[in-house]
């Protein structure tokens, strides 16, 4: 379950809809990561564009990795601003074990950080710069690759 939302997330609403929905599934674990904008080169806050394509496959071959082992995969990522100290992103594994679900988060955030179409912007005195020294260039992309 892919979700995108426009501006900052509802953390305890969608980490509840997530838990509803999955609590009768017999996982015995849940584990979620909440990433939160913060303070930081003087900005105000974050901007996000996303290219909605590629960002499905590339979570749709995570959902079949999870699957693999047991477990489901969820996430909510924000377009446009967020503010400093709002959520812009969400994700959690559902999985029979801890282990699984602890090793599927971590593997999971870190992939996304590398390689998810997510572009960010910083937020400054109402200017939205992009966040070039701390953007990550996607696998395969560019006109030599």
């Given at each position: 379950m892919l979700s995108l939302y426009n501006g900052p997330l509802n953390v305890a609403e969608i980490l509840k809809?997530?838990?509803?929905?999955?609590?009768k599934s017999n996982y015995g674990a849940y584990i979620s990561f909440v990433g939160t904008v913060r303070s930081?080169?003087?900005i105000d806050g974050l901007s996000f564009d996303?290219?909605?394509p590629i960002l499905q496959s590339w979570f749709e071959a995570w959902q079949a990795k999870a699957k693999?082992?047991?477990a489901i995969i969820?996430?909510?990522h924000a377009r446009g601003?967020?503010?400093?100290?709002?959520?812009?992103?969400?994700s959690a594994v559902f999985?029979?074990?801890?282990?699984?679900?602890?090793?599927?988060?971590?593997e999971f955030v870190e992939d996304f950080k590398a390689s998810a179409p997510i572009w960010k912007y910083d937020l400054r005195?109402?200017?939205?710069?992009?966040?070039?020294d701390r953007s990550t260039a996607i696998k395969g992309s560019g006109l030599l690759s």
């Open positions: 809809e997530w838990y509803e929905q999955e609590a930081e080169n003087s996303i290219y909605e693999e082992r047991g969820k996430m909510a601003d967020v503010m400093l100290h709002e959520s812009s992103y969400i999985s029979p074990k801890r282990r699984v679900a602890l090793d599927l988060i971590d005195g109402g200017d939205r710069v992009y966040a070039l």
